[in-house]
């Protein structure tokens, strides 16, 4: 269920951008008028404002610089991923995207002076130079933006973070600066995959004995406990190996605290893809994502997988989210995910829209060098950014054996910082109008819809420390959804053609539609409302539905019929 069910759109408006303007000061140095860029008007819900920073305490900030083109940018990813459009396919190299985003001379020039003046030199934090980071004294970055920061602590974790409630910058450079963070955006710590939850832990699964999918279309335990067999019934995912590992690495970002080990994977392909013991993951750094690794070693067959885990370091998953960008762009062709699943997401009204956008910016490069990245659309009351961002795609969850009904955690709704996309907006009018009435004021009928399609969120049996055990969550949708695109990449690089990409205007078309099976029955029921319904077409609970594997083939033009 969407957040804004139960902080309604019309009160929901965190922040004042251009309003106070108004209000101005000088800077220490008295050399710089200084506006507010950014305000938010309370502290957040969740979070109460702790205690002082010591002045010499020193903290991280990055300057994002306005963009060369990003317009450009965004215009050409779109051309590049529509399958009706004669670029199609022809992905951007990084460099290409660097020259969209790279900050303007006059910018870069005008914000390196103004911190040069206060002896301040930064460094670049991104390929193309549009992120900038200092680290400076409190007491130096309250004078350097006119604010005073303080410490918050989050309510229910205890956990503090060093933030304000506005800054301003020179007036002059305000149209050179994007956003300063971490200034006013308050997350909740990263607890490893939101919305994973484990149940029925005493349950020895691995000792039972399955029946072979072949013999039963869909044994009767995929009614409760589903495992790889029951999926590749589902959805019709191949069980032979992919054959070009070579160009095709499926990615899998997580966090450090979701723990699991090679034990549980091989304990997990041992009783559940015997044909795949052994198959290891690439390990970028520290840490490991039971589910996700499972189900994506365990599915996408014969797919390298590299788990990428988020900087834990600043202990901030959105500049993390922005880092692994930057580490993926900065990675040769062959080394970079061709498919990347992520499974943690924020609540959108916590960033502010100039953070949001900056994610969603990155996650844009990506695609136009032909990465498609996943999200899981998050759980009830589980944050909806980026699943808000019309560049990535948004997974829902769905239950049950075919026909799969939604699963009633599975979030979804409309975004209040992006307006919808092209690709979906016939879908998104067609369904706010079959709702007429209902929860009006509750949703913003000009957003964009998400989730995009839905897969597989409950009764996912995976090994765990040790044990088997059952999971639920959207988490578990988007590896699966990941895997069939990683295996759809595979056949693709095989004939030759260049991988999917960002595949929104793919999916939406009406070859990729015809790919997915449509969820008509369900609702995601939360905040005291019944949530919205699956209903025939696109519907922001499941989307436009689950991926067959067979159809997706079809659906790019790969008879799948001669292999
Ligand atoms: C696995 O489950 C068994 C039976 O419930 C339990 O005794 C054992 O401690 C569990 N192992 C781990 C590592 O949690
Ligand atoms: C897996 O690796 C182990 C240890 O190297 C080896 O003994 C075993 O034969 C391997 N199994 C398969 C199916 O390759
Ligand atoms: C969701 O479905 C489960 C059973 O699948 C049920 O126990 C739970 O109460 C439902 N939740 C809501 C909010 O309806
Ligand atoms: C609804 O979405 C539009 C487009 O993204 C946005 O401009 C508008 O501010 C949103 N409305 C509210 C009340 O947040």
């Known amino acids: 269920m969407a957040q804004q069910f139960c902080t309604p759109a019309m009160i929901a408006t965190p922040l004042l951008l251009t309003a106070i303007l108004a209000v101005v000061s000088a800077n220490p140095l008295g050399r710089r008028t200084m506006v507010v860029h950014e305000k938010r008007n309370a502290v957040p819900s969740g979070f109460v404002q702790s205690g002082s920073v010591p002045a010499s305490k020193e903290i991280t900030l990055r300057i994002a610089l306005t963009n060369t083109d990003i317009t450009g940018l965004e215009k050409t990813m779109y051309e590049i991923s529509d399958p009706a459009n004669a670029l199609y396919g022809q992905h951007l190299t990084p460099e290409q995207v660097a020259e969209f985003v790279k900050p303007t001379a006059e910018g870069l020039a005008a914000v390196t002076e103004w911190l040069s003046e206060n002896d301040i030199s930064p460094k670049s934090a991104s390929n193309a130079g549009d992120l900038l980071q200092i680290t400076i004294p409190a007491s130096k970055a309250d004078e350097l933006l006119s604010t005073k920061f303080s410490t918050f602590k989050h309510v229910e974790s205890g956990v503090e973070s060093i933030r304000t409630l506005a800054y301003s910058v020179p007036a002059s450079l305000k149209p050179h600066i994007q956003f300063v963070h971490p200034t006013i955006a308050f997350t909740a710590p990263l607890r490893g995959s939101p919305g994973v939850t484990a149940i029925n832990t005493k349950r020895a699964l691995g000792q039972e004995k399955r029946k072979d999918p072949v013999e039963e279309r869909y044994p009767a335990s995929c009614a409760t406990v589903v495992t790889p067999a029951c999926l590749q019934a589902f959805y019709g995912i191949p069980t032979a190996k992919a054959t070009s590992s070579a160009n095709n690495v499926l990615g899998v970002a997580g966090y450090v605290e979701q723990f699991a080990n090679q034990a549980d994977l091989q304990r997990f392909l041992g009783a559940l893809r015997p044909d795949l013991v052994n198959t290891t993951f690439l390990q970028n750094s520290g840490g490991e994502a039971v589910l996700d690794i499972e189900?994506?070693?365990?599915?996408?067959?014969?797919?390298?997988?590299?788990?990428?885990?988020?900087?834990?370091?600043?202990?901030?998953?959105?500049?993390?989210?922005?880092?692994?960008?930057?580490?993926?762009?900065?990675?040769?062709?062959?080394?970079?995910?061709?498919?990347?699943?992520?499974?943690?997401?924020?609540?959108?009204?916590?960033?502010?829209?100039?953070?949001?956008?900056?994610?969603?910016?990155?996650?844009?490069?990506?695609?136009?060098?032909?990465?498609?990245?996943?999200?899981?659309?998050?759980?009830?009351?589980?944050?909806?950014?980026?699943?808000?961002?019309?560049?990535?795609?948004?997974?829902?969850?769905?239950?049950?054996?075919?026909?799969?009904?939604?699963?009633?955690?599975?979030?979804?709704?409309?975004?209040?910082?992006?307006?919808?996309?092209?690709?979906?907006?016939?879908?998104?009018?067609?369904?706010?109008?079959?709702?007429?009435?209902?929860?009006?004021?509750?949703?913003?009928?000009?957003?964009?819809?998400?989730?995009?399609?839905?897969?597989?969120?409950?009764?996912?049996?995976?090994?765990?420390?040790?044990?088997?055990?059952?999971?639920?969550?959207?988490?578990?949708?988007?590896?699966?959804?990941?895997?069939?695109?990683?295996?759809?990449?595979?056949?693709?690089?095989?004939?030759?053609?260049?991988?999917?990409?960002?595949?929104?205007?793919?999916?939406?078309?009406?070859?990729?539609?015809?790919?997915?099976?449509?969820?008509?029955?369900?609702?995601?029921?939360?905040?005291?409302?019944?949530?919205?319904?699956?209903?025939?077409?696109?519907?922001?609970?499941?989307?436009?539905?689950?991926?067959?594997?067979?159809?997706?083939?079809?659906?790019?033009?790969?008879?799948?019929?001669?292999?």
């Open 295 to 563: 189900y994506t070693v365990g599915l996408a067959g014969g797919v390298p997988v590299t788990f990428i885990s988020v900087g834990e370091d600043n202990n901030d998953g959105v500049m993390g989210a922005i880092d692994i960008v930057t580490s993926l762009l900065g990675e040769t062709d062959e080394a970079r995910p061709t498919v990347l699943t992520i499974s943690y997401g924020f609540n959108e009204e916590d960033l502010t829209i100039a953070l949001s956008r900056g994610v969603c910016q990155a996650y844009m490069q990506l695609g136009a060098v032909g990465t498609s990245v996943l999200f899981a659309s998050g759980d009830v009351f589980v944050p909806a950014a980026p699943s808000g961002c019309p560049f990535i795609t948004s997974v829902g969850g769905s239950a049950g054996l075919p026909p799969q009904v939604a699963a009633n955690f599975s979030s979804g709704g409309f975004s209040n910082y992006f307006t919808v996309p092209y690709y979906q907006a016939n879908d998104v009018r067609t369904y706010v109008a079959s709702i007429g009435e209902q929860y009006a004021g509750l949703y913003n009928t000009t957003g964009r819809g998400y989730p995009d399609i839905a897969a597989q969120a409950e009764s996912v049996e995976i090994a765990w420390k040790g044990n088997f055990t059952l999971v639920e969550g959207t988490s578990a949708a988007s590896p699966v959804s990941a895997s069939i695109f990683a295996l759809v990449n595979d056949k693709l690089i095989a004939a030759g053609r260049p991988v999917l990409g960002f595949l929104n205007p793919f999916l939406y078309s009406a070859a990729g539609r015809a790919a997915f099976t449509d969820v008509t029955y369900g609702t995601n029921p939360g905040c005291n409302t019944d949530g919205f319904s699956a209903s025939t077409g696109w519907d922001p609970v499941t989307g436009l539905g689950t991926p067959n594997y067979q159809q997706l083939l079809t659906a790019v033009g790969l008879d799948h019929r001669s292999h």
